[in-house]
């Protein structure tokens, strides 16, 4: 009951906040503070998105094909490196610094290369979505590995329980929470590095849209595609909230008992 009341009143804060913002936003328009073709109004933007909702729609369709395509194979990948850094220490230290190396170059800076490699279908894009969300993948569900009660594990082993069966019955449902909370991070960064890589080519996708409004200098339509986005990665996120809850049983139990 207490954190249903939490939620519930730091629901209402983040609603005020927002709102605040709207309304500075509205006042800055509204006394012309900045030019209305750099900053347009907050009424001129929603007007832009709902003339606009069924195209910014059929974009989606194709940004989300390429978000859910890059997602899905970071996850298993992700999952798999991180299983075999946990149970082998010399897998780890040749392959982890790599993975950590692999952050500091700016996705931005890789979408051109792969372009240039992969030509201007999907498989770039879903190339750039798959590095961008293998990362928090991999350092959460490593993390969540590494995590487990040293004690359970030697108390599977005085059982007679293998490494295969402490992987499965212990180490994976200890892992879940870190799994999801990389999982949570991944959603969002596919929506955005399908955006990204989309660009630099293609015909259609929210990056795609973007491109062409901002060439018209249609800067309601911009804000508009950018608060749709920032609805779909939300939406995602509120997904996997909802999967993690379905997943883990005995965690929404213990929520409850509270």
């Known amino acids: 009951m207490t954190k249903k009341l939490k939620s519930i009143t730091n629901n209402i804060h983040s609603i005020a906040f927002i709102a605040v913002l709207v309304l500075i936003w ?32 059929d974009h989606a369709v194709v940004t989300l094909a390429e978000a859910f395509a890059g997602l899905f194979l970071s996850i298993i990948f992700a999952l798999l490196l991180a299983i075999m850094m946990n149970e082998s220490e010399f897998i780890k230290k040749t392959i982890y610094p790599s993975v950590i190396i692999t952050q500091t170059v700016p996705a931005i800076a890789l979408a051109p290369l792969l372009v240039l490699w992969m030509g201007y279908g999907m498989a770039p894009k879903i190339a750039l979505i798959f590095i961008t969300c293998f990362f928090p993948m991999v350092v959460s569900t490593l993390s969540g590995l590494m995590s487990v009660d040293e004690d359970i594990i030697r108390l599977f082993k005085s059982m007679g329980a293998g490494r295969l069966k402490i992987l499965l019955w212990v180490k994976l449902p200890s892992a879940m929470e870190s799994f999801f909370s990389g999982l949570r991070l991944a959603v969002s960064y596919s929506i955005v590095g399908a955006v990204i890589a989309e660009w630099l080519g293609g015909n259609r996708g929210l990056g795609v849209y973007m491109t062409r409004v901002r060439k018209s200098y249609a800067f309601d339509k911009m804000f508009a595609v950018i608060i749709f986005i920032s609805i779909i990665s939300l939406l995602l996120m509120k997904i996997v909230d909802i999967i993690q809850k379905k997943s883990m049983p005995w965690k929404n139990l213990g929520d409850k008992s509270e």
């Open 26 to 57: 509205h006042l800055v328009c509204r006394f012309e503070l900045v030019p209305a073709f750099m900053l347009p109004s907050p009424e001129s933007v929603v007007a832009a998105f709902f003339a606009s909702a069924a195209l910014m729609m």
